[in-house]
Nanobody, 123 residues
Framework: QVQLVESGGGLVQAGGSLRLSCAAS????????MGWFRQAPGKEREFVAA????????NYPDSVKGRFTISRDNAKNTVNLEMNSLKPEDTAVYYC????????????????WGQGTQVTVSS
């Protein structure tokens, strides 16, 4: 089992920045690829970013590429999401997830999920 707890969400104006963090406990953190997803009201869960076990590879959708950066610290069992140039359409609940196999963009590939943290971007 892996327990994931997100933090760092909040209210920010458009153009601003936020840094989300996800703390992992349980099984060895470095065995898992990590991802961030988001879900806005009335919408499906959307892939935001993923990072390989070592941190050497990352993956982003076009909607956040160049604005968001995912990173991890295997010594501290944390994964972070730096979000810059935020837009109102980035408003959602952001979830951290762990995958035993691959840093996938598909939510069904992830085995463990956090409870989510709200990000609200005002215009």
């Amino acid at each position: 089992q892996v327990q994931l707890v997100e933090s760092g969400g909040g209210l920010v104006q458009a153009g601003g920045s936020l840094r989300l963090s996800c703390a992992a406990s349980g099984r060895t953190f470095s065995l898992y690829a990590m991802g961030w997803f988001r879900q806005a009201p009335g919408k499906e869960r959307e892939f935001v970013a993923a990072i390989s076990r070592s941190g050497g590879y990352t993956n982003y959708p076009d909607s956040v590429k160049g604005r968001f950066t995912i990173s991890r610290d295997n010594a501290k069992n944390t994964v972070n999401l730096e979000m810059n140039s935020l837009k109102p359409e980035d408003t959602a609940v952001y979830y951290c997830a762990a995958a035993a196999r691959y840093y996938s963009s598909r939510a069904e590939e992830y085995d463990y999920w956090g409870q989510g943290t709200q990000v609200t971007v005002s215009s």
